[in-house]
């Protein structure tokens, strides 16, 4: 079995690249978990810490941290991964390649740490497993979804950034085992989709992606803006500034 993650932050355009590959022939790419991934991630990684800082002594039944050096962690760490390929991503008999896109590797969800301790984890437990990173616009993706309901946009535009330089740090450390897109290569370009494609090996008509993206996301559609006009104007003021200054 081969895995690809969709690595990302959301309205940037990732439900679009997991209907991408699931046009690919034997790809299963599942949508998002709420980063239940991640917290496996995190329970290897505060085992493997634990161990490091406290597994000495630590078969005296008189020890604080009493049996902790039996802990196996890679043994861990492997039931965890196939627990969630079992009961998470769920491949079919015909599926040769499976994985998932998650949006919760922002500032605003794991930290500095936490995040280098998932991508670890998923590259170390996942074997040969892919990465695709997906980028989008700050400015866009501050006016999209649940984004625009924010008045923060400061705050919005580091966290936005943040995660794009993990991303790249990211990219560069797993090498031929990453790649990274924006959404602006593929928004009403359908031919943008062919590096990845060509990266990833596959093969995808013209048809075929143009289907891509003639079907509009639903799920976050506004019949009416129920923000409130004060909000309306907070955000209009919030915007004319970052136009003007911030650049």
Wanted: hydrophobic fraction near 40%.
């Amino acid at each position: 079995m081969q895995y690809v993650f969709v690595i990302t932050y959301g309205r940037s355009g990732s439900t679009v690249l997991m209907r991408l590959l699931n046009m690919i022939d034997g790809w299963c790419i599942r949508g998002e978990n709420m980063g239940a991934l991640n917290l496996m991630a995190l329970v290897s990684a505060r085992l493997r810490s634990a161990q490091a800082e406290s597994s000495a002594n630590s078969g005296r039944v008189t020890h604080p941290w009493y049996g902790i050096g039996d802990v196996n962690p890679s043994a861990v760490g492997s039931a965890l991964s196939s627990l969630f390929e079992h009961e998470f991503l769920r491949p079919d008999e015909d599926t040769r390649v499976t994985g998932f896109k998650e949006i919760r590797f922002t500032p605003d969800h794991v930290s500095d740490q936490d995040y280098t301790d998932i991508i670890h984890f998923m590259a170390e437990e996942f074997p040969n497993s892919r990465f695709i990173f997906n980028t989008r616009s700050w400015r866009e993706v501050a006016r999209s979804g649940w984004w625009r309901f924010r008045v923060d946009l400061g705050n919005v535009r580091k966290c936005i950034e943040a995660a794009d330089a993990r991303f790249k740090d990211s990219s560069r450390e797993l090498g031929t085992r990453a790649f990274c897109i924006d959404y602006a290569d593929y928004k009403d370009n359908p031919e943008g989709f062919r590096p990845l494609l060509s990266w990833l090996g596959e093969e995808l008509s013209p048809s075929q992606l143009s289907a891509v993206l003639e079907t509009k996301l639903k799920h976050l559609a506004f019949k009416e803006d129920e923000r409130g006009r004060l909000l309306r104007l907070r955000r209009a003021f919030y915007w004319r500034i970052v136009d003007r200054i911030v650049g």
